[in-house]
T-cell receptor, first 114, second 115 residues
Framework: AQSVTQLGSHVSVSEGALVLLRCNYS??????LFWYVQYPNQGLQLLLK??????LVKGINGFEAEFKKSETSFHLTKPSAHMSDAAEYFC????????????FGRGTSLIVHP | EAGVAQSPRYKIIEKRQSVAFWCNPI?????LYWYQQILGQGPKLLIQ????????DSQLPKDRFSAERLKGVDSTLKIQPAKLEDSAVYLC?????????????FGPGTRLLVL
């Protein structure tokens, strides 16, 4: 079965600092990987996704993620945090082992200090 | 293009009562998903529809939860009777064809509190 692990339930950064949110997946074959963002009292919105094309994926709002098969990781980064980036971030996986059922991680809350 | 609509946005009920949630997906999207998101956790898939047929409901507690998508468009999720542990946000999402690489589009969710 596929699974996703997000390290750190909370990440705190200063405005302008590097953002790094970690995601590791378990899969016997390269799956499809996603990062979604959830702002308070809203649904999830796609930031970016990996679908076996380029390993470095660029998304909205300056975020990017790199698929590393050897490390089974798909970490999310942004060079400079903005106050508006404060939200809950979810890593998700699908398509592993023929499964179409999407599996989400527990989420990482990003806190941005002025 | 209108997004995924859900109603109500908030609901407070007492345990053992029943409750229903409604979802209208993006027009033309064949696949509809219902998720349960408990506070501090990621969304957990309850049921996936492809048009008006069920693709997967393996994580749906069928003794108390039911869902339908009769005309392959909007959908209703029902809980009867509700338990305290059903307090959560219920998210509806849709995608064009249910392929694993597709983006899912989420509604704002219904926040349920069971007292």
């Amino acid at each position: 079965a596929q699974s996703v692990t997000q390290l750190g339930s909370h990440v705190s950064v200063s405005e302008g600092a590097l953002v790094l949110l970690r995601c590791n997946y378990s899969s016997s074959v390269p799956p499809y990987l996603f990062w979604y963002v959830q702002y308070p009292n809203q649904g999830l919105q796609l930031l970016l996704k990996y679908t076996s094309a380029a390993t470095l994926v660029k998304g909205i709002n300056g975020f990017e993620a790199e698929f590393k098969k050897s490390e089974t990781s798909f970490h999310l980064t942004k060079p400079s945090a903005h106050m508006s980036d404060a939200a809950e971030y979810f890593c998700a996986v699908s398509g592993s082992g023929g499964s179409y059922i999407p599996t989400f991680g527990r989420g990482t809350s990003l806190i941005v200090h002025p | 293009e209108a997004g995924v609509a859900q109603s109500p946005r908030y609901k407070i009920i007492e345990k053992r009562q029943s409750v229903a949630f409604w979802c209208n997906p993006i027009s033309g999207h064949a696949t509809l998903y219902w998720y349960q998101q408990i506070l501090g956790q990621g969304p957990k898939l309850l049921i996936q529809f492809q048009n008006n047929g069920v693709v997967d409901d393996s994580q749906l507690p069928k003794d108390r939860f039911s869902a339908e998508r009769l005309k392959g468009v909007d959908s209703t999720l029902k809980i009867q009777p509700a338990k305290l542990e059903d307090s959560a946000v219920y998210l509806c999402a849709s995608s064009p064809a249910g392929q694993p690489q597709e983006t899912q589009y989420f509604g704002p969710g219904t926040r349920l509190l069971v007292l």
